[in-house]
């Protein structure tokens, strides 16, 4: 980020009365400074900075609500939509190998301050690669929730245009936005964009886009989260891994996970009388999407026949349903 753009950053936060963006910029700006051999100024910086911070009480900070949501307006309102997320990562069934990489992404940007101070850079470009329903598009919302942060998802039917430079354009207003307003923005199916330049199905245009992102992602060292997710990573173009600071793989549910996927979504129901080996046997294969669905379908049968407990034969039904439905 330049110091023009720190600048705007700086008067976008406070303008939206959000005191801990304000601080991290301010932060950033005394690092890029101290980069630049201005060691005096970069001093005076971080002395302010410490000040405003004793000015501001450490329970008030912990307590401190969201991020505040700028709803995307004017070309950018039909490339962007905005939302809170309710979503924890407590919430997610996870192995543990994925919820320690997941954990590391949401402290590092939480202590982005602290490392940012000492010249290094949290993790904030992702690239979340696995089948459909394993949980991708989840886990951008679960970030979105944990860090108390907006969440932007690029819309393709408004990003890509007609005409020769269009896409290209709007992708950098996106980026001009990622810069300015803090928030986790998820880029859902990447491989639209990502897809591989020298392919057989490749046209001018859709390289031309897949540079502009390309060099937009690289020149980004802004404090938003930035989250590619696809279900083909064998189509995305080699220079895109590179790009990102984390490529974190999601795969179809172990048994252990769909047992815990499935006793999270019928959590109120009494599961003692469940043929448990014959359940879990019954979801290899299924994504953890449609685990949560089959649950669910499951629980609302019991209600409806005034059940307080879950058969093993309607998971069974219901889990059978939705094999045949994705077969």
């Known amino acids: 980020m330049t110091t023009a753009r720190h600048i705007v950053a700086l008067l976008r936060s406070h303008i939206d009365g959000d005191e801990e963006r304000f601080l991290s910029v301010a932060t950033q700006l005394a690092a890029l400074e101290a980069r630049q051999g201005h060691g005096k100024l970069a001093q005076e910086l971080r002395e302010l900075i410490d000040a405003a911070k004793g000015k501001s009480a450490t329970v008030a900070r912990r ?5 505040p949501l700028a709803q ?4 950018l309102s039909g490339v962007l939509a ?8 407590s919430t997610m069934v996870l192995g543990l190998d994925l919820h320690e990489r997941l954990a590391r992404v949401i402290t590092e940007q939480r202590q982005q301050e602290r490392l940012r101070a000492h010249g290094l850079a949290p993790r904030r470009k992702l690239l979340l690669v696995g089948p459909p329903g394993s949980g991708k598009t989840m886990t951008a919302s679960a970030l979105a ?6 969440l932007f998802t690029v819309l393709y039917d408004g990003l890509i245009g007609k005409l020769m430079g269009e896409t290209a354009t ?36 859709i390289r031309r886009v897949l540079n502009s992102f390309l060099q937009f992602l690289e020149n980004d060292d802004g404090p938003s989260l930035i989250v590619a997710a696809t279900n083909h990573p064998e189509l995305l173009d080699k220079a895109v891994f590179r790009r990102f600071d ?12 769909a047992r815990g996927i499935l006793e999270s979504h019928l959590t109120s129901f009494d599961l003692k009388s469940l043929d448990w080996a014959a359940v879990v046997e ?46």
């Open 63 to 67: 307590g401190a609500g969201p991020v």
């Open 72 to 75: 995307p307006k004017g070309e």
């Open 82 to 89: 905005a939302r809170y997320s309710d979503i924890r990562l």
């Open 145 to 150: 929730g944990e860090l108390k942060l907006p």
């Open 170 to 205: 709007r992708l950098r207003l996106v980026f001009d936005a990622i810069a300015v307003q803090r928030g986790v923005y998820l880029f859902d199916e990447f491989d639209a964009i990502g897809s591989q330049r020298s392919g057989p199905n490749d046209v001018g245009e």
């Open 246 to 257: 984390d490529v974190i793989p999601y795969g179809l549910p172990s048994a252990e996970i």
């Open 282 to 327: 019954a979801t290899s294969g299924l994504s953890q999407a449609e685990v949560s669905r089959a649950a669910d379908e499951a629980a609302k049968a019991a209600v409806l026949c005034e059940f307080d407990g879950i058969k093993t034969s309607m998971l069974l039904s219901t889990l059978a349903e939705r094999r045949a439905a994705t077969s």
